[in-house]
């Protein structure tokens, strides 16, 4: 794909996100309808659905060859990364959307043959917007963002998740102690949007591909890498523990959960 | 204390407040100075000092005769809580400020012969000020704040330590995993105020006086209940496992922590 070809592409995606925002927080000044999906640490709301609908309606327009898979599953089934694939995630933390109406997120990646093509990240109360790809750098609300530094694990703050450092899934333990200490959002959005600004030396979790679908363009545009808590390289189609991480951390976390 | 002089007061700890934010945030633009306390995860940078600094000065100009117990140890060596005390912590969650530039707080509780009696907490990058006490009620940034529904455990997101929860003290698994699920911020005055306005239904971390001073006025204020981790009443000049929470989310913590 050209790359002002991208870069038009990546305008109309972040005015549809912005658009996307306002809506949801014109919802929120109504009642919530909510339900549970798998148990009662899982959610969904009627916010969700209408704003994954709208997005899928608006990416079907600038694109309508593609395939979209979408977290409430308003998109299509796909079960290959050929041709173009956008993933979506409509409201990522959906508990602290519905809990907090703070801390979370939408998401969008965008694949090309199953290349990372370009990756959105909506932290929609802080109103802070990450956008880019490879081929045209991240910003934030359009201003470049630096690539973080490369620090240690033992230099740098880690995102955790609540379930896996409960139960000690994947030594969570032993890698929250060797970091300055764990933080946990409830959003792997926000946090990994904490990872690409330096904030976080990294993140790991139990992911589903809208989770880290984004987050993996914008990451790895930025020289942070990302991968199965093993080492191994992801698939986009199938959930598992995720780590994304700037280089010397995962290093550290590699050496820790074998 | 008559009312008249506590809201001349209130207001002029709230304009010292939005003073010293100012100046942090300039500070913050330039060089910090980051020290080792006690253990590398235990910070302390020029700011924390100078702002400590600040504050002192001014509160003593308002409050001559008053004690003031700081964080960093520029105030007065205080060994009791009679006539007035002025407990505050310049920038707390000082790790944040250095690795984040987020996510911090500064805080100041006012105690009256050790009557909770007016406390300030500021999420200073938010820019929300919480303030008031038992006779004036809560406002942030100056708008009045409602008290939290009274939640239950299982309903609310918990507000953890990670050192407790990592290492599974006072049963800080346990209660994670009833409530709807464990969130890590790292700054005790982000959390205290998440609790406060209804975004989390409870708070547990091993606590120092500055930590909790401020909460627990504005807290106690807003109907919520302020205790040790064993149910027994805190005491402003010690330190240890300090439990916030509605009194639903209390009684269950308590049964699980026994």
New interface residues.
Partial sequence: METNELQQLNQAVQAIMRQSRAQVLAQMGKQLTVSEKTS??DLVTNVDKSNEHFLVHELRQLDPNAKILGEEGLGDTVTSMAGHVWIIDPIDGT??FV????HFAMMIGYYVDGTPTLGYIYDVMGDRLFAGGPKLGVTVNEQPLAAPADLPL?E??FG?S??L??HDRFQM?AI??AS???????SAGIQIS?VLAG??VGYLSYLRPWDFAAGRVLAETLGLVVSQVDGKPVNMLSSGAVLIATKSAQRAILTIVR
Same sequence: chains 1, 2.
């Fill in positions: 009662r640490k508990m602290n809990h907090q109406r703070d033992t740098g703050l955790a609540g379930p450092l409960i333990q929250a102690h300055l200490g764990p933080r946990i959002i409830g904490q904030e976080l």
